[in-house]
């Protein structure tokens, strides 16, 4: 009984803290939004999650070298949009150009990485909640 009590606790325990992180993760990109002046291309904040993903070039995403600046390359957001109708479906949108990645200050460069991944770290929020609904679907009768 007492095992079955722990597991319910640790399990709690870590929901919670999600759901701290989410709020922290909320308000720092929130920040982000307006620092990287991203509003100048989003009006509003929320309307950020309409796009299907957010990516970066000229840095690296990847945890080995989080960071790490592509010689080379230009540092910029780009957003994914999707359009069903559209005869190409997927469309690249510059969320923000920052010039060649070597020359950007490496505070402002570290903003820009930390924009992606936090926009990254809420939209799987987003998509999880999305599917759990779908599969709500299926405990319904006639589904």
Request: proline residues 0%; hydrophobic residues 40%.
């Amino acid at each position: 009984m007492s095992s079955a009590l722990d597991r319910l606790k640790n399990l709690t325990n870590k929901i919670s803290g999600y759901e701290t992180a989410r709020k922290e993760n909320l308000r720092r990109l929130k920040k982000l939004f307006e620092e990287l002046d991203i509003v100048q291309k989003v009006d509003v904040f929320e309307d950020i999650f309409d796009f299907k993903a957010i990516n970066l070039s000229g840095a690296s995403l990847q945890k080995e070298d989080l960071g790490e600046i592509k010689k080379g390359k230009y540092l910029q957001i780009l957003a994914i949009s999707y359009d069903k109708e559209a005869v190409k479906k997927s469309k690249n949108i510059s969320l923000g150009y920052f010039g060649r990645a070597e020359n950007v200050d490496v505070d402002f460069k570290n903003s820009v990485v930390e924009f992606v991944i936090r926009y990254r770290f809420e939209k799987s929020f987003i998509t999880l909640e999305h599917y759990n609904e779908m599969l709500g679907e299926f405990g319904k009768e006639g589904a």
